[in-house]
C-alpha cells in the first residue's frame, strides 16, 4: 500500500468502508439523525499518541524512553508481554496513517513528538537530525492533506537519562522541558499553530508516580504524586510562556494542556457524603491541576491544601506533602492555557472512605478519601475501568464550565471506548454516537464552550498497561502481520458520516440480525 499514490489508497480504503458496508449492515441514512447540528467551524479530528503507534524505538538515532527501557526490564508488564518496540509500525507507515485520517474526512490530527526521538539524552545539546526530519515530513504531508496538526509536546514518554535524575520530582524537568519546547517550536512552529504540552498529568503522576500501574512505576505514595504534578504544572506554565513571548508573536499559534477527568456521581445522590464525596474527588483529580491554571484566584484548590496538609500534619510531617507555590509561581501559572484540553471516557460512583483494599498511608488515593464503585448496569466492553454512562460527558463539562466559566474554550482533546477487538464494533459505534449527542446537548442547552473533538483513536495501538489486547481503533491493526494492516471498522464509517453530516444518526449503523449470525 506504501507504494501506491495518496489517492489511490484513498479509494482503496473508502472502498474497503463500502464493503463493510455490503456486509450486512443496515444503514438508513437521513432518519433518526438528532435535531442538533454540530457548529460551523467545529473542529473534528482524531488523536494518537507516539509512544502507542510509532514503533522504531531505536531507529534514526533515537534515544530511550522511560517506558522502552522499563518494559524491556520487565518483559511481563503487559499481560500479552509485548512492548512498544514496533508497536503499529507508524514510524514507516504514517503515509498509511495520513491517508486513513483523510478517509474520515476530519480536519484535524493530534499526535505526539517523541522527546527522545527529538533529544535522544533529553537535554538540547543534541538534537537528532534524523528524528527532527521525520517529524518535519509527518507535518509536511498532513499539511499537504489538508489536516491541521494538534501537537502534543509530552504524551508520557520520558526520555531515560531524565527520568534517570528522578523524572517529574525533579525540579530542573521545568528547564529541561522548556528547551525541549523551545527546540520543537523552532523545527516545527512555522506550520504547527496548536500545540498542547502535556497529556493527562494526573494520569502520569497517579499511576506512574503514586503507583505501579504506569512507568515509571516509582510507588511513591502521596509523595511523588504531589511533586509530579507540582513540576509537571510548572513546566507547562513555563513552555506557555516561551511559547508566548519568543514564538506567538511570529508564529501566531495557541497553545494549551490535555487533562483527563472521569465524571464522579454521587453514589446516592440523595446522601450529603456521598455528593462531598463526589466533589472531593473532583477537586482532587481534575481541580489539582486545572484550579492553578483555569480559576480566577490560581494555586491550588482550597480543598486539595486543606486535605493534604491536614493529614501531612496528622502524619508527623512538619510541611505539607503538596509542595506550594510562590506568589510569582502562582501568577505565572494562572491563564496559561488558550483551551482546556479535555481527555474524557468514563463515569465511577462516589462515597467516602477512610480505607480501601489496595490503599497505602499515605496515598493520593488515601488523601482523596473516596470509594470509587461502577454502576452494575452500565456496560463494560473491554477493560475494566471504562463503563459506558454517555450523560457523564455532559455533566463533566457542566462542571468544569461552572468552575472556571465559558471563557477559555474546551477541546475535547480525546474520547473513546474500549473492546477486546473486531471490525464489526458496534458498541462503539453505539458510544460514539451517545457521548457525541451529550456534548451537543452541553452545547446548545447548558451553554458549554466546546469547540472541538478528537475521537480516541485512530487505530489500535499500544495501550500502556494493556499491551495490545485492549482496542480503541476506529481502524484495526492487525498485529501479527509484518505490515501491520490496517483495516477500517464500522466505528470509522461511522464517524465518518459524523463528521460529513455534522449529525448524529442512530440509525446509520445498526446491528442487523443477519450479521450476528454470521460474526
Ligand atoms: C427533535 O425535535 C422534535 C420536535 O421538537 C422532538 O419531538 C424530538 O424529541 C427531538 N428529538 C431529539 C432527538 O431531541
Ligand atoms: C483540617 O483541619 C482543620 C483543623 O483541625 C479542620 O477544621 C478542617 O475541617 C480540616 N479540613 C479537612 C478538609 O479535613
Same mark, same amino acid.
Given at each position: ?21 455490503a ?67 507508524s514510524?514507516?507507515?504514517?503515509k ?8 474520515l ?31 518535519r ?5 498532513l ?6 496538526p ?36 523552532t ?44 513540576y ?7 513552555v ?7 514564538f ?7 497553545i494549551?494542556i490535555?487533562?483527563?477527568?472521569f ?14 464525596a ?10 489539582l491541576?486545572a ?59 462516589m ?23 461502577q ?23 457542566n462542571w ?24 464489526n ?10 457521548y ?6 452541553a ?43 490496517r483495516?477500517?471498522?464500522l ?8 463528521v =460529513? ?6 440509525n446509520?449503523?445498526?446491528?442487523? =440480525?443477519?450479521?450476528?449470525?454470521n460474526?
Open positions: 500500500m506504501r507504494s501506491s499514490s495518496g489517492v489511490a489508497q484513498a479509494a482503496a480504503i473508502i472502498a474497503s468502508l463500502s464493503l463493510c458496508f456486509n450486512g449492515v443496515s444503514a438508513v441514512i437521513g432518519s433518526g439523525s438528532s435535531n442538533f447540528t454540530f457548529p460551523e467551524n467545529f473542529m473534528f479530528g482524531v488523536a494518537t499518541a507516539a509512544f502507542q503507534i510509532e514503533g522504531a524505538w531505536n531507529e534514526g538515532g533515537k534515544g530511550e524512553s522511560m517506558w522502552d527501557t522499563y518494559i524491556h526490564k520487565h518483559p511481563d508488564y503487559t499481560p500479552d508481554l509485548s512492548n512498544g518496540d514496533v508497536a503499529a509500525d514510524y514507516h507507515k504514517y498509511d496513517d495520513i491517508v486513513m485520517i483523510q478517509t474526512g476530519v480536519e484535524y490530527y493530534r499526535l505526539s513528538i517523541s522527546w527522545p526521538r527529538l533529544l535522544p539524552q533529553g537535554t538540547d545539546n543534541h538534537i537528532n537530525k534524523e528524528g527532527a526530519r521525520y517529524y515530513k509527518v507535518l509536511e504531508e499539511i499537504k492533506a489538508n489536516i491541521t494538534v501537537v502534543t509536546l509530552f504524551h508520557w514518554d520520558l526520555p531515560t537519562p531524565l527520568m534517570d535524575l528522578g523524572g517529574w520530582t525533579n525540579p530542573k524537568m521545568v528547564d529541561y522541558f522548556e528547551d525541549y519546547a523551545r527546540v520543537a517550536f523545527l516545527y512552529g512555522d506550520i504547527v499553530k496548536i500545540w498542547t504540552t502535556i497529556n493527562e498529568p494526573h494520569q502520569q503522576c497517579y499511576n506512574g508516580y503514586d503507583g505501579d500501574y504506569f512507568v515509571p512505576a516509582l510507588n511513591s505514595h502521596g509523595v511523588g504524586v504531589y511533586l509530579c504534578a507540582h509537571l504544572i510548572l513546566g507547562h506554565a513555563r506557555y510562556h516561551l511559547y508566548d513571548k519568543e506567538r508573536p511570529h508564529q501566531k499559534g495557541k494549551g490535555t487533562l483527563d477527568a465524571w464522579a456521581e454521587p453514589k446516592d445522590p440523595s446522601k450529603v457524603e456521598d455528593q462531598e463526589a466533589e472531593r474527588y473532583l477537586q482532587m483529580r481534575v481541580g491541576f484550579h492553578p491554571i483555569y480559576s480566577e484566584t490560581g494555586d491550588y484548590p482550597a480543598l486539595v491544601r486543606e486535605v493534604v496538609n491536614n493529614n501531612s500534619m496528622l502524619q508527623g510531617y512538619a510541611r505539607s506533602r503538596l509542595p506550594v507555590f510562590s506568589p510569582q509561581e502562582i501568577e505565572m501559572v494562572r491563564g496559561s492555557s488558550d483551551f482546556f484540553g479535555l481527555n474524557h471516557y468514563t463515569t465511577f460512583l462515597s467516602p472512605s477512610t480505607m480501601e483494599k489496595g490503599w497505602f498511608v499515605p496515598s493520593y488515593d488515601h488523601d482523596t478519601g473516596v470509594r470509587m464503585d454502576d452494575p448496569n452500565w456496560p463494560i466492553p473491554g477493560s475494566t475501568w471504562l463503563s459506558i454512562y454517555p450523560a457523564g460527558f455532559r455533566k463533566i463539562l468544569l464550565t461552572k468552575q472556571y466559566g465559558a471563557d477559555v474554550p474546551i477541546i475535547i482533546t480525546e474520547n473513546g471506548m474500549c473492546d477486546w477487538g473486531g471490525i464494533d458496534y458498541e462503539r459505534v453505539s458510544y460514539y454516537n451517545k457525541l449527542y451529550q456534548l451537543l446537548l452545547i446548545y442547552q447548558d451553554g458549554c464552550n466546546v469547540q472541538g473533538y478528537f475521537a480516541w483513536t485512530l487505530m489500535d495501538d499500544f495501550e500502556w498497561k494493556d499491551g495490545y489486547t485492549s482496542k480503541f481503533g476506529l481502524f484495526h491493526v492487525d498485529f501479527d502481520s509484518p505490515e501491520k494492516t483495516t477500517p471498522k466505528s470509522a464509517l461511522n464517524y465518518r458520516h459524523i =460529513k453530516t455534522k449529525k448524529i444518526d442512530f446509520y449503523i445498526k446491528q442487523s =440480525k443477519y450479521l450476528v449470525n460474526l
